[in-house]
T-cell receptor
Framework: DGGITQSPKYLFRKEGQNVTLSCEQN?????MYWYRQDPGQGLRLIYY???????QKGDIAEGYSVSREKKESFPLTVTSAQKNPTAFYLC???????????FGAGTRLSVL | AQSVTQPDIHITVSEGASLELRCNYS??????LFWYVQSPGQGLQLLLK??????LVQGIKGFEAEFKRSQSSFNLRKPSVHWSDAAEYFC???????????????FGGGTRVLVKP
């Protein structure tokens, strides 16, 4: 079945540590997105990529980095520069406007 | 810049009663509008979307939404709620009229729905 897979489901980060969240899709979608969700604030866009080897900053990119070496993969690294990383992270993908709205199940990141 | 407002943070409704969730957007051109539902600890599920045409949109789980351009609104409704409808609901807008790939969603803050037995 086609879909978007995020892993791990839960992740813990120590102070000063970088952690990487995985997002894989087998839908052959060109565009992929990372959102951060905090209580009461809805979702905010971190990074997005329209095509392999290209990505753009979203609204809250500071402290995060991404890569897009393969069409099906868009990993997100939460760096030590992100001082408040505790949140629910959601990945999405789309082939076109009518495909907007497909999300993974999310990764919950907490700080130890 | 586009923005989405969901005025109600929480709504409590009795099982079997009707439900209406409000969504107001700000966008200069024709918006593409979405409603999502999120159960605790889960990802987002798309309920319905509006691109063009009939302003009354039918979605999954018995939900519908009506686009009113004059009021910049896209309210979500359900005639009779079930206990399983207790969740958080998000309205979102995407830019319309441009190449779709890379089109970003702007979300409202969400409305949490509680269902009383």
């Amino acid at each position: 079945d086609g879909g978007i897979t995020q892993s791990p489901k839960y992740l813990f980060r120590k102070e000063g540590q970088n952690v990487t969240l995985s997002c894989e899709q087998n839908l052959n979608h060109d565009a992929m997105y990372w959102y951060r969700q905090d209580p009461g604030q809805g979702l905010r866009l971190i990074y997005y990529s329209q095509i392999v080897n290209d990505f753009q900053k979203g609204d809250i990119a500071e402290g995060y980095s991404v890569s897009r070496e393969k069409k099906e993969s868009f990993p997100l690294t939460v760096t030590s520069a992100q001082k408040n990383p505790t949140a629910f992270y959601l990945c999405a993908s789309s082939a076109g406007l009518t495909d907007l709205g497909l999300f993974g199940a999310g990764t919950r990141l907490s700080v130890l | 810049a586009q923005s989405v407002t969901q005025p109600d943070i929480h709504i409590t409704v009795s099982e079997g009663a009707s439900l209406e969730l409000r969504c107001n957007y700000s966008y200069g051109a024709t918006p593409y509008l979405f409603w999502y539902v999120q159960s605790p600890g889960q990802g987002l599920q798309l309920l319905l979307k509006y691109f063009s045409g009939d302003t009354l949109v039918q979605g999954i789980k018995g939900f519908e939404a009506e686009f009113k351009r004059s009021q910049s609104s896209f309210n979500l409704r359900k005639p009779s709620v079930h206990w399983s409808d207790a969740a958080e609901y998000f309205c979102a807008v995407a830019r319309g009229g441009i190449k779709a790939a890379g089109n970003k969603l702007t979300f409202g803050g969400g409305t949490r729905v509680l269902v009383k037995p």
